[in-house]
């Protein structure tokens, strides 16, 4: 293997890969643009963009490698772009440049890196003659910003008239990091105010989620000069989900080596302040520099060696450069830039490796050390709270435990463990615990078997559940902080994980884990509850909640919403806000319902909460509601809202007028908690949604990753609507589809909710819509079908997803949990 870290071979690629991109320009200044080699074919195109960004990659190589031949081919690369491949424009900001292409085209981003390729020059040469022309490049860009920050992407080359308002997201990262370049080159602060124009832009659109490198080194470049931590958390969101796709991406695709060095030195300059140190952990470092050293080493497979070269046509004309294997071994001028790119900022990591080590080292001390907490219960407690317990094996000293696992997934290494008997209804099965091999320091079983449980102490109890449910009431019992109860037909768990999350800024928070909200899920979730958390958050569900209420006795409960849901066991809307609205009965007569003002059955659920005497808290669309946004926007992921008669600015995670409602709801506990809004709220640019519950996956492909939308966890006809609601709003270059199946447990009014479900998909601009159950297919066949509709056997889940999904696709997969669609979408997620 050609090693890397071995001295020597990664300035061999260096310089190869350097001398071969400046071979390729002409004494005209012009690349020789790039060639099949199978064939020693010349690519006969040209695009002035890649010849300008080309240029700023041979400008990186020079300031290490200072040869003479490289000074020639940047040279005479940029004398050409102003001689030659540049208009010029008189306009109400001075003399404005712009990058002419092909096509009768200008292109946003081939007019950003003409910039980089001018500032960088200037940077290793100190020659300023360069500089002229950068600003007016600068000028040509600011051109085509528009007031909200956001940028046109092409002109018509004649008129200089937009001509295409959106074609990539690169152009925009190209612009923002161009601009800054510029702003550090001259000092202008019109290039520093244009670019956080489009980086707030940039935000309040979640661009993030394209994972762009060229992102990645405007954010860098941003953090040099602004550290608002709104900035580092959308720098570190850009790579942080998308980690498992750089480790195991298996094409080489060099790009994803420059975003993780970008990277990189946001992390390394970030944390050198105090204040920004927890947004920087949401990101696992160790992890983080696992997948960049891999990403490194697997450049190497793209490389031209000699022994490679040999096996095409024309050995000579590819030797030292890089390819695009599943392009036919392509060789571009454009892909050997960002390989050479891409190595040159690995080459600086690599000399502050081990300080990056030590970094990775410091974040696994600090969040090991914030999860130390005091004991919950010792052996001896737990004797005298459990009534006619008896010791099968005592323990041989005083143990201290902290939680209870019932299934293996939850286990920890200081739970209680409850061993499930054949006879038992809950707990982890002896033979399970065997197979993984877990030991807990205390098993608590129902039956004199249960003693050969391989465990440090085994206590045998009369009635496992009534032993479960006595730790969860003295767990309750010393919580000293505020539980907030959250309940809804829809949306519930996300608002449960964003509370969480945004509290997360104030204090130490415990919220509800596994999605269990049924009593003995609460249950098990209270006994887990840190000793030092200061919040605790539950999701509690509509059935046995008398009982769930009196074993959590919420301060505030938080009420999403009511829709038709589990109607085969509530007959209708009016019977589930009286059955959800008992969340009130068991809280304190200081408590506070939080509820949403615009929810179907609102003076069902509004007179429940006032005959317990509580406090109301309303949020809704309208200025009746004590939060509300000034200016609505179902589409907006940044919204202006009216909190108790304050206007605050807050993000919105995801896309869609749902997404809103979540964000008003968590507004309005922050409110009641008498918590700052802004820096509570602020907290939701890192909000990651939850399996199955909304989070984004990506989807490989031919060309840029498409998007899934995955929903699949559950569904009813709000949550189904919300879903579809996210699907349209949310930015797509390429098809929007969605795989949605039947909706359970809907009762008499199921057909008639799958009927709407069908008429709605039917007004809707999806281009393509899979349909998985009988209910789905019978709908469609009463309603006719207009051509987009296809019924989805779900063997051909997998075939859907590989063969039918094309590069910018966005796919929204959605049905109740008994279709299959959330365990056939495990195989796509990435640990």
Known sequence: MFDLAQSGNLDFLIGESAGYLAAQVNENGMFHYGRHPCFDRPIDHYNTLRHASSTYALCEAYELLQSDDLRVAIDRSLRRIAKNLVKYSKGPGGVAAFLMDTGKEVKLGGNAVAILACCKFFEVTGDKTVLELARRLGNGILSMQRTDGSFGHILDADTLTLKQDFRTVYYDGEAAFGLMRLYGATGDVRWLDAARSAVDYFIAKDYWQ??????????????????????????????????????????????????????????QRSLQDASLVPVIDTLDLDRFRAAMEHRAQYLTNGFFFPEVAMHFRNPASV?????????????????????????????????????????????????????????????????DLLQGAEWLRPPTSALELNGVSTFAPSFRADDIVFARHPDDRFGIPYKELEEKQIVPRLAIVSHNDGASVDADSVLRVPDMRAALIALA??????????????????????????????????????????????????????????????????????????????????????????????????????????????????????????????????????????????????????????????????????????????????????????????????????????????????????????????QIVELATTGRPAKILDHSYNANPASMRAALNELIATPCNGKRMAILGDMAELGEESRAQHDALISLLKETSLDVVYLVGEELKASLFSDGDDGRFKILDLEDFGTILSEQVSPGDVILVKGSNSTGLFQRLSKFRRP
């Open 319 to 383: 030797t030292g450069s890089f390819f695009i294997r599943h392009h036919g071994f392509r060789v571009r001028i454009d892909d050997v830039e960002h390989y050479l790119s891409g190595l040159i900022a690995y080459r600086s990591y690599l000399k502050e490796r081990d300080s990056f080590i030590d970094l990775c080292d410091q974040q696994k001390r600090r969040l090991a050390d914030s999860t130390v907490r005091h004991a919950r219960w010792s052996t001896t407690y737990i004797t």
């Open 210 to 267: 394209y994972n762009d490198h060229w992102l990645g080194y405007c954010i860098n470049e941003l953090s040099r000069h602004h550290t608002d931590p709104k900035y580092i958390a959308f720098g570190i969101r850009n790579v942080r989900d998308y980690l498992p796709f750089i480790r195991e991406r298996i094409t080489t695709f060099p790009t994803l080596l420059e975003l993780c060095c970008a990277t990189r030195l946001l992390v």
């Open 473 to 694: 009431k003295d767990a309750r019992r010393s919580f000293n902080g505020p539980v907030i109860g959250v309940t809804g037909s829809a949306g519930k768990t996300s608002v449960t994980s964003m509370i969480a999350h945004c509290l997360g800024a104030v204090g130490k928070v415990h919220a509800t884990r596994f999605s269990a909200n049924m009593v003995r899920g609460l249950a098990w979730n209270l006994c887990c509850t840190p000793t030092d958390a200061q919040y605790c958050v539950l999701e509690m569900a509509i059935g046995q909640m008398q009982e769930n209420t009196r074993l959590a006795r919420p301060d505030v409960a938080v009420f999403t919403n009511i829709h038709p849901a589990h109607l085969v066991h509530h007959k209708n809307t009016g019977t589930i806000a009286e059955k959800k609205a008992r969340i009130f009965s068991a809280m304190p007569d200081d408590g506070v319902a939080i509820l949403n003002r615009d929810m179907n059955e609102y003076e069902i659920v509004e007179a429940a909460a006032k005959a317990r005497g509580l406090k109301i808290v309303t949020y809704g669309w309208s200025d009746a509601s004590d939060i509300f946004p000034t200016s609505p926007d179902p589409t907006a992921t940044e919204v202006t809202l009216s909190v108790m008669g304050e206007h605050h600015v807050v993000p919105i995670p995801g896309a869609g007028r749902y997404a809103v409602e979540n964000t008003m709801a968590v507004s309005a506990l922050a409110s009641v908690l008498g918590q700052p809004i802004a820096p509570v709220l602020g907290r939701l640019t890192t909000f990651a949604k939850d399996i199955g519950r909304g």
